[in-house]
């Protein structure tokens, strides 16, 4: 059975600030990163980690939220229990958050277990949102939470 590589989540859980309005992302035409997820395809037993993405719309109006490959990839991935192929499009209705549980594709069918994994996923939306990532380590129930702000922004030349 694999090992834990302990250097991927460190130290305590941690609180989340509020974020103020005018800090929210969701740039026309921009895209975003979620940067240093985990995930776990195919463990020996049990999955070692749990990666969830929620998008807060706080706004008066639906905002659409676009999941793309990165460039030149087909990618795919289990959100709640379906797997989709990315692009991936969903809504965010006014007022309302949306949490998606992230999980690797089913694998190729090899039966050999492979560790756990970092992984970036990207975004684009047509309004503003509050976003955030948590990876839960389901060894000691510790959350890692990235807050996505204008920083996650992709520079592109």
């Excluded at 793309?68 to 007022?95: D, H, S, W």
């Excluded at 839960?136 to 520079?155: E, Y």
Aim: glycine letters at 8%; a negative charge.
């Amino acid at each position: 059975e694999p090992s834990v590589v302990p250097s991927l989540l460190r130290g305590f859980s941690q609180e989340i600030p509020g974020v103020a309005l005018e800090a929210l992302v969701g740039e026309p035409g921009a895209v975003y990163m979620v940067p240093s997820l985990v995930w776990h395809p195919r463990p020996c037993g049990a999955t070692l980690y749990d990666t969830y993405l929620y998008f807060n719309n706080p706004g008066e109006t639906e905002v659409t939220v676009r999941l793309p490959p990165r460039e030149g990839e087909t990618m795919r991935l289990v959100l709640g229990n379906v797997e989709v192929e990315l692009p991936y499009i969903f809504k965010v209705p006014a007022g309302r958050v949306v949490q998606l549980a992230v999980q690797p594709p089913a694998g190729s069918g090899s039966e050999e277990c492979v560790q756990p994994q970092v992984f970036d996923l990207f975004f684009e939306a047509n309004g503003k949102v509050a976003v955030l990532a948590s990876v839960v380590d389901r060894a000691s129930n510790d959350a890692r939470t990235i807050l996505v702000g204008s920083t996650h922004r992709v520079i592109t030349p």
